[in-house]
């Protein structure tokens, strides 16, 4: 029979502890590897793969994955938001890839994580699908809108995640969006061909505005407008956010998937996910309107933007192509292509 020595006993004995404590902890993180995002970086949610890339934005690698746990029940991300080291996301359950046509409701999630390391810190089942899950301009609330024919926001405590009012809404809602001075909630009612304006202090519906077919978000403009992706009827409508009026209709000719405002650069980006293409338009001063100006080769099935806090570089998530284009937005160029996980839909950086 072989002998082994005492210290040998030991130093196995010790192993087989930190294999059982690598592999407990790895049970209760929602990380497959330790994160440490303590750099500005981009979060792209990949929805088939349920899972979050992070890209480090100084150097374009993606430097971790996000991965959740069996037991967390995670499918189909979709958007996400972020709050001074806070992520939320969206899960309605749903590929919206191609189109957000649906025939029925289901439940969803909303998923806080802790944006340095990937930990969840809230998994809170929804009674109904939502398309986004959204901070408030302050950080004190988490708006989510309901994906149902009765549509409804949930407006839930960011701190205690106690839910706090019910605010009815139109037929379907999808995404929900603020102004960019904080005062005013955006519902983009895909069944209604509506988009509902609420008062974020008071809870109160301000007022419904009529927009082009099939609605799906209205995305916050800098300038005080709101410019609504109609995706049926392929076109944006622009909000005045002062007077709650459409001032204008952009006529695309393409199903849209996001449009994007870049305050810095004045100008309007509408991503094109069938053709693989990002148009952009800039403000006629003398016409008052938005303008035609050129477009964008991206990646197929292109989706969403994100630009960075001085205009200069946006990056844009191609579902079908498995990666994000980043963009030098002067000269509206792809400068590099990230390969992400199946199906990257929403992004958000921290700066």
Do not use: R
Request: aromatic fraction near 6%.
């Amino acid at each position: 029979m072989k002998t082994i020595k005492l210290n040998s006993l030991y130093a196995i004995a010790t192993l087989l502890v930190a294999s059982l404590f690598i592999t407990s902890c790895s049970k209760d993180s929602s990380s497959a590897t330790p994160l440490n995002v303590d750099y500005p970086a981009a979060y792209v949610v990949n929805g088939q793969d349920a899972t979050v890339s992070v890209i480090k934005l100084s150097t374009g690698e993606v430097t971790g994955t996000i991965s959740f746990p069996a037991s967390a029940m995670v499918s189909w991300p979709h958007h996400i938001s972020y709050h001074q080291g806070h992520l939320a996301l969206g899960v309605p359950g749903m590929d919206f890839s191609a189109g957000h046509t649906t025939t029925g409701s289901m439940p969803g999630k909303m998923l806080i994580l802790d944006a340095t390391n990937g930990s969840i810190m809230e998994n809170l089942d929804l009674p109904v699908m939502n398309h986004n899950t959204i901070y408030s301009p302050d950080g004190t609330e988490i708006w989510v809108p309901q994906m149902d024919m009765d549509g409804k926001v949930l407006v839930y405590n960011a701190s205690t995640y106690a839910l706090m009012n019910t605010i009815t809404v139109g037929m379907m809602p999808a995404e929900l969006t603020f102004s960019s001075d904080g005062t005013k909630a955006y519902v983009a009612n895909g069944d209604d061909d509506t988009v509902t304006i609420i008062n974020v202090a008071t809870k109160a519906v301000i007022t419904t505005v009529a927009v082009g077919n099939n609605p799906v978000g209205a995305w916050t403009g800098s300038n005080g407008q709101m410019f609504v992706d109609n995706e049926d009827g392929q076109s944006i409508s622009v909000i005045n956010v002062a007077t709650n009026v459409v001032d204008q209709t952009i006529a695309l000719g393409f199903m849209p998937g996001i449009a994007a405002h870049n305050g810095t650069k004045n100008e309007l980006w509408v991503t094109d996910p069938m053709n693989a293409k990002v148009h952009y338009y800039t403000w006629d001063s003398v016409m008052s309107m938005w303008m035609d100006a050129g477009v964008i080769n991206a990646g197929d099935g292109a989706h969403a933007v994100a630009f960075t806090t001085d205009g200069n570089t946006a990056y844009v998530t191609n579902q079908s192509a498995k990666s994000v284009s980043v963009i030098n937005v002067t000269n509206h160029t792809v400068t590099k292509t990230i390969t992400v996980g199946n199906k990257p839909n929403g992004i958000v950086l921290k700066m």
